[in-house]
């Protein structure tokens, strides 16, 4: 019974507050469930007793992504980065977030009526855009049939309006 099961857990982790095994049977049974909810409590209260520990930043970031929360996972896995530069996972993380705020400050602008507040989002979506792409080329030059990736940067150069660099992105994706 989850419910009876997160209860008790809720419970323990109160009484044993420092006990970072019983918090992560609660972080790995929110998981198995799917409660994002609750997962984001017991993340919190284990981020507290490990706040560098990296598991738990993916995790974290993870949820952030799933919640729409680009820039809280990308500021997670910008974090991340610093420690390990050369990990692919963490670059597709970085790269993702950097485009999905692209995409909605692109959406953002198409449908603004203010000219200043189109300026605005434009302007954010290039500079997200390009993050974006920066990441996105070593990401397909470490994988280079990565189809997801592929239409990812051409989505970003598309909507940087970088029509040479569009056209070979295409190029490779025929």
């Not at 469930?33 to 017991?42: A, H, I, S, Y």
Request: net charge negative.
């Amino acid at each position: 019974d989850y419910d009876q099961a997160m209860r008790v857990l809720d419970e323990a982790t109160e009484q044993y507050s420092s006990d970072f095994n019983m918090i992560s049977i609660a972080i790995n049974n929110c998981i198995e469930r799917e409660d994002n909810v609750n997962l984001q409590r017991f993340l919190t209260k284990a981020m507290a007793l490990r706040p560098n520990d990296e598991t738990l930043l993916n995790i974290q970031g993870m949820l952030y992504e799933e919640t729409q929360e680009y820039q809280k996972a990308l500021n997670i896995y910008n974090r991340m980065r610093q420690a390990k530069p050369n990990s692919l996972n963490i670059n597709q993380h970085v790269a993702l977030n950097y485009y999905n705020l692209g995409v909605l400050n692109y959406n953002k602008a198409s449908m603004e009526t203010d000219e200043k507040a189109v300026k605005r989002y434009n302007r954010q979506a290039k500079d997200y855009f390009s993050a974006a792409a920066a990441t996105l080329e070593t990401i397909v030059a470490n994988t280079p049939n990565s189809v997801k990736y592929l239409q990812a940067l051409g989505m970003a150069y598309s909507c940087m309006g970088s029509q040479d660099q569009l056209e070979a992105v295409n190029g490779k994706l025929t």
